[in-house]
């Protein structure tokens, strides 16, 4: 993943919030692990990030991540941030969990999404899938 951070995502003045490069880092190693997983939810189970030295507004760097090894349900994906002359900026090192897709919500936002209710192809064996605030119990409004 390429990307040059404007002054809008700084910390200190010229310098990119860490913040962002371990966000960004998460969502990027995420994504890897979900394609890995054959498009099934995984979950961070930790995420280290080592901040190496400061990235700096408007420079273009590379978010390079690979899978380094698949141990069962288990993703451990290693990665690190660099610039065009390829020094290091950040480190990643993450396990991801692949889920029980049975356990997440998005399983039935897929099944309701494959549901055609303006036409007469209703899947008539489907789940009645709730409104999502109907899942939210005890919270305050």
């Given at each position: ?109 897929f099944k ?14 489907a789940t ?14």
């Amino acid at each position: 993943v390429t990307f040059a951070p404007s002054s809008k995502l700084q910390g200190h003045q010229g310098q990119i919030h860490a913040g962002l490069t371990s966000t960004l880092l998460d969502n990027v190693a995420g994504i890897l692990a979900f394609m890995a997983c054959d498009y099934t939810p995984a979950v961070t189970a930790y995420l280290n990030v080592k901040h190496e030295k400061p990235m700096e507004v408007d420079s273009e760097y590379i978010a390079v991540l690979n899978i380094e090894k698949m141990e069962g349900r288990k993703i451990f994906i290693k990665g690190q941030i660099v610039d065009k002359e390829k020094n290091v900026y950040t480190t990643l090192d993450t396990l991801y969990i692949k889920a029980n897709f049975d356990n997440f919500y998005i399983k039935h936002l897929f099944k309701s999404l494959l549901l055609d209710n303006k036409s007469n192809n209703v899947n008539k064996g489907a789940t009645v899938i709730p409104e999502p605030q109907a899942l939210v119990k005890n919270v305050p409004q």
